[in-house]
């Protein structure tokens, strides 16, 4: 089981390294957005570690996607090569928890950094909030977990329902990501008319009821996703 971890890490070091790319690109544009903006605002107020954001949802993202679409190919050629499923899915998953814990530390870096660069360069400003206070350990959590559930759901589909069960993902996604303020826009300001019963139904479920409902969300499709690939066939490709 140990090799097969270290398997993981040398075969799917390239997307991986894709996504450390994505991070550091994200990070950088972060960076130079808010030094723009604290320099050219008249009254900039107080700065958001908005470096660090888009760092940590590079990481999220990139996840999901790059590592659930890469490792379909991975885990194909594994079984063709006689690596057990049990074995193969197993030493993934452990391979990713300790990606993202090893992801975790370099995101504390970079509030850190981030926060240093501000307080040398913007200290007459406010704070707020402070990476500290922003990296939570609860944010932590869903930042170890959150993506890799969503990963084997992607990867899962498309083995069980090829390209085309992977396009339906990518559209909905772009979906929500151009319409989504749009629909939660409409439905807050019609609050008290054609979506009251639903602004009534938000409030009236507790917030840990909510993180109950996702959790439950985030075991049924990591279920599914695990499901589907352990009963794929071993065919290299889309077919």
């Not at 409030?203 to 695990?226: C, D, F, H, N, S």
Request: charged letters at 10%.
């Amino acid at each position: 089981m140990l090799k097969q971890i270290k398997n993981e890490f040398v075969s799917c070091g390239k997307p991986r390294l894709m996504i450390v790319f994505f991070v550091i690109g994200l990070y950088l544009v972060g960076l130079i957005m808010v030094n723009i903006i604290m320099r050219v605002d008249s009254d900039p107020g107080e700065y958001f570690p908005l470096a660090t954001l888009m760092a940590v949802m590079a990481y999220a993202m990139g996840t999901a996607f790059f590592d659930g679409i890469s490792f379909v190919h991975d885990y194909q050629l594994a079984i063709i090569m006689g690596c057990t499923r049990r074995t193969k899915l197993i030493s993934h998953i452990v391979a990713c928890l300790i990606k993202s814990a090893a992801a975790l530390l370099v995101i504390i870096g970079l509030g850190a950094g981030e926060h240093a660069l501000y307080m040398s360069f913007f200290a007459s400003y406010g704070i707020s909030p402070e990476p500290v206070q922003f990296l939570k350990l609860g944010f932590f959590l869903l930042f170890l977990i959150v993506p890799q559930p969503i990963a084997l759901f992607i990867a899962g589909v498309s083995c069980r329902f090829s390209k085309k069960g992977y396009m339906v993902l990518y559209f909905v996604f772009l979906f929500f990501c151009l319409f989504g303020t749009r629909i939660v826009r409409y439905i807050v300001n019609n609050a008290e008319g054609s979506t009251r019963w639903l602004v009534s139904l938000v409030k009236a479920v507790p917030l840990a009821g909510w993180m109950g409902l996702g959790a439950a969300v985030l075991v049924l499709i990591a279920v599914l996703g695990t499901r589907w690939l352990y009963k794929c066939n071993a065919v290299l490709g889309w077919s």
